[in-house]
């Protein structure tokens, strides 16, 4: 049985840090790119990051470029979301995500593209 569980989320104030990390179970896990996604109260949800099976490329949404950095650890079979000068528009669930892939180019930003999901982590950060 696949499972991806986020930790690390909480309140912090604008400027704040917080390193998300998600534990996955149950897969190849270097055989898959990882993604971060969020869905703030009212909206759908979007892609923010995703880094490939080895880690070596990453992508990121426009909005979270320079603030943000996805990482993983294959070893350990997590993948983690540093998230620096946080801002009130960062406030959201955050999803982790696994997509399983032959190619190390493969770095995607659609929901549908990927196979396995967490349950989310709420991040809030106050004004």
């Known amino acids: 049985q696949v499972k991806l569980v986020e930790s690390g989320g909480g309140l912090v104030q604008t400027g704040g840090s917080l390193r998300l990390s998600c534990a996955a179970s149950?897969?190849?896990?270097?055989?898959?790119?990882m993604g971060w996604f969020r869905q703030a109260p009212g909206k759908e949800r979007e892609f923010v990051a995703a880094i490939s099976r080895s880690g070596g490329r990453t992508l990121y949404a426009d909005s979270v470029k320079g603030q943000f950095t996805i990482s993983r650890d294959n070893a350990k079979s997590a993948a983690y979301l540093q998230m620096n000068s946080l801002k009130p528009e960062d406030t959201a669930v955050y999803f982790c995500?696994?997509?399983?892939?032959?190619?190390?180019?493969?770095?995607?930003?659609?929901?549908?593209?990927?196979?396995?999901w967490g349950q989310g982590t709420q991040v809030t950060v106050s004004s």
């Open positions: 149950g897969l190849a896990f270097s055989s898959h790119a």
């Open positions: 995500a696994a997509d399983f892939t032959y190619l190390e180019t493969n770095l995607r930003t659609r929901e549908r593209d990927y196979d396995y």
